[in-house]
DNA sequence: CCTCAAATTAACGTATACCTAAACTTATAC
DNA sequence: GTATAAGTTTAGGTATACGTTAATTTGAGG
């Protein structure tokens, strides 16, 4: 869940004691070692070998690889432990499919809101980043001004649902784009594209604002797949 | 969550032994009892309780409980135990968001596949159903084809993980939807609809199809809210 | 009667124990 | 040497035990 949805990206909320039980911490360092490549696609521990790399029990070990399974990260098999779930093109084509459609209702949404150039702010600087980013050769800034400008663009939506399901997906497919960040022509039409999105938004067009959103995805979409198949990267 | 994603919907393939794992057993259970409204949005249980409801350990309960929350189905809170979610209009409103984003590019996908006739025969049977079930006057036959109709509208793009997500929210509308199906007008104008991104999918037109199902799904969401909001149903 | 602190209770988080069955190893038959 | 069967190991599913801490109750002071 997905992170399934609810609480799976949410920082549980916890009493007034600092105090983070051990299935979450689990959760979160698992989770930053899969996006981080520090357990990579393919590998496999068993329920033990986590509880020990963790310095635990199996009890919360376990809790934490049914969110991680849950929110298609890892797959769970008896007898063979945990296996980090490798992404092929197909599975890359899932997720892009479901990021355009749902961040493409987003833009529209927010056209429809009315809102001013001030609360689009966080939009707008994110574009700019992106554009100093690119003029610096910087990649990997540019690739954390581009999620930032996708992360506002359905924050601003205020859809709690909504949010976590692009951040899931958007964590299914890190690894790859990671692996591909510095195989891509350099992203100019994407500053064009997103500068195009907010430009929509401000004129309340809804229907622009999807159109563009949307192909500017799919394009994107399609560029990291072919590119897949090129290097024949069939599961990262 | 989804279901985060993932297994979370599909049946855990098991080995060849019929056995089905009591943590499975629970979750089947819950989900069922909590869709059908057996326990009602707002009712809590603890752990114990509900292990001992299901006659079993509190360990696979709480699995259990930890898919279902993922799923946002349910809340977990230290000391309280598991809650079942209220949904409320904001709630709805959210989802129907989600659902109409997915559906309507589902919608355009099949669109661009060119299918032929036989192939969309599932989506024309079960618009003939809705049909047939308003003739007769049986809201819940039409309620179960409307489902059906959705449902193997993503089921066709074969897209898993969209798939697992149109459920998903589906299930956490459910409640609500059962609860005001008697409360609409008649839904004539939902078959109308459906026979429309039928046609438009048929022609291959992706844009017209998309167009027609965003506006169906908007419209069903509007009435629903507004429903709500008559009746005063603040949590379903 | 109300307020706040101390004492008590109990729900949960975690660790551990246990048993079953799948995987692996060894042995036996051909 | 291969195939099958018996024996062995071990991972995981579940139950249970235990300590911590939040919630509740009790009680003292006003």
Redesign the interface.
Known sequence: ????????TDHKTR?TTGRIPFAEQAYNALKQQILGNVLPAGSQFLEQEIAERLNMSR?PT??AM??L????LV?VR?RHGMRVLPISPKDMA??Y??I???E???AG?LANLELDKQTLKPLIDAVEEMDRALESDDLQAWADADHEFHSQLVGL?G????IN?IA??HD?GQRVRMTTLHMRPRPDKSNEDHRAVVDAILANDAATARDIHRRHRETAGKVLIKLLHEHHLTHI
Do not use: H, K, W, Y
Request: net charge neutral; aromatic share 2%; charged share 25%.
């Open positions: 869940m997905l992170r399934g949805q609810g609480l799976a009493g009890t376990r809790e049914v969110r399974a849950n929110e298609g797959e008896p899932e997720i499919d479901i355009t459609a749902l493409a209702s987003a949404t939506t859809n709690r649902r909504l399901l899931t997906f299914q």
